[in-house]
């Protein structure tokens, strides 16, 4: 469902994304099977993320408040995706986003839970690669059935090792 104060033309183009997303991937799973398609989804979404995240490394190593404009509060003030900021200092930004037009796309479509944590699977490697390519360190919870929300996203100073 649409957040309040979200411009609609771009949550529904982000849930495009995600409906574009779920017939990548059924039709990969259709010829290639299932596992082949997690690889290649991920692959795909591995190097758009590395492409955004080259952009965000201006960030690197501690510019939480920046990386909360660029990353939690974009597009559209961050309203498609409602990024609820639990914490934002010098150590850490950690930020559950509470509504996802993508997942949203594949609730509608009548996506079981099994496949939506699939589909969410492939699609983090974006987040993954952005957040290396932009010289954090991350911890990514996917949503699950029962969670709140959708994913939730910490980053911190890369680690010296």
């Given at each position: 469902m649409i957040p309040e104060n979200a411009n609609p033309h771009v949550y529904d183009a982000i849930k495009e994304r995600?409906?574009?997303?779920?017939?990548?991937?059924?039709?990969?799973?259709?010829?290639?099977?299932?596992?082949?398609?997690?690889?290649?989804?991920?692959?795909?979404?591995h190097t758009f993320?590395?492409?955004?995240?080259?952009?965000?490394?201006?960030?690197?190593?501690?510019?939480?408040?920046?990386?909360?404009?660029?990353?939690a509060h974009s597009p559209d003030g961050g309203t498609p995706f409602s990024p609820?900021?639990?914490?934002l200092d010098d150590t850490c930004l950690e930020v559950?986003?509470?509504?996802?037009?993508?997942?949203?796309a594949w609730v509608d479509a009548g996506c079981s839970d099994a496949e939506i944590c699939t589909l969410l699977?492939?699609?983090?490697?974006?987040?993954?690669a952005t957040f290396e390519a932009a010289g954090f360190?991350?911890?990514?919870e996917l949503w699950s059935p029962g969670k709140q929300g959708c994913c939730l996203t910490r980053l911190t100073e890369k680690s010296a090792s």
């Open positions: 995600g409906r574009l997303f779920l017939v990548t991937f059924r039709e990969l799973s259709a010829r290639y099977g299932e596992a082949e398609a997690i690889s290649v989804m991920r692959d795909i979404a993320g590395k492409e955004i995240g080259d952009k965000l490394a201006c960030f690197s190593p501690r510019d939480f408040a920046g990386m909360a404009e660029a990353y609820d900021i639990r914490q559950q986003m509470m509504t996802c037009p993508i997942k949203d699977h492939c699609a983090s490697a974006q987040d993954e360190d991350y911890e990514l």
